[in-house]
């Protein structure tokens, strides 16, 4: 079906973006943000809808994507919610730029 061949595409894109290579700029958006760890408590009434790259593989391999739209929606809503949060003087909103990037070219092949 139409739609195998655009998840295949997704599981693709994940794989390359876990490559080590991009782990100094991907590791902040990999697994799902802990306020508790991180020390900010605010984080789940500041952002209303937490995602991570970790938390799209597991619905990718639970089948609850339909389509790549749908991925591409997830894999945004993680840059935005980093923009949000994290100040532009951030490192970690730095590096929700640079990793935004390296999605942005994968997802354009
Ligand atoms: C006091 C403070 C300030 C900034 C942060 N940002 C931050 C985030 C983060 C990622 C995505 C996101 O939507 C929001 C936050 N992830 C981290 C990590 C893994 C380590 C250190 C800082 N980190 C943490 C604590």
Do not use: R, Y
């Given at each position: 079906k139409k739609y195998h061949w655009e998840l295949k595409f997704c599981e693709k894109v994940l794989i390359e973006l876990a490559k080590p290579k991009y782990h100094p700029v991907a590791w902040p958006f990999m697994t799902a943000v802990d306020p508790v760890a991180l020390n900010i408590p605010t984080y789940h009434s500041i952002i209303k809808k937490p995602m991570d790259f970790g938390t799209m593989k597991t619905k990718l391999d639970q089948g609850e994507y339909e389509n790549a739209k749908e991925f591409e929606t997830d894999a945004r809503q993680v840059f935005q919610n980093c923009y949000r949060f994290?100040?532009?003087?951030?490192p970690i909103n730095h590096a929700g730029h640079q990793f935004e990037a390296i999605f942005d070219s994968e997802w354009a092949k």
């Open positions: 994290n100040p532009h003087s951030d």
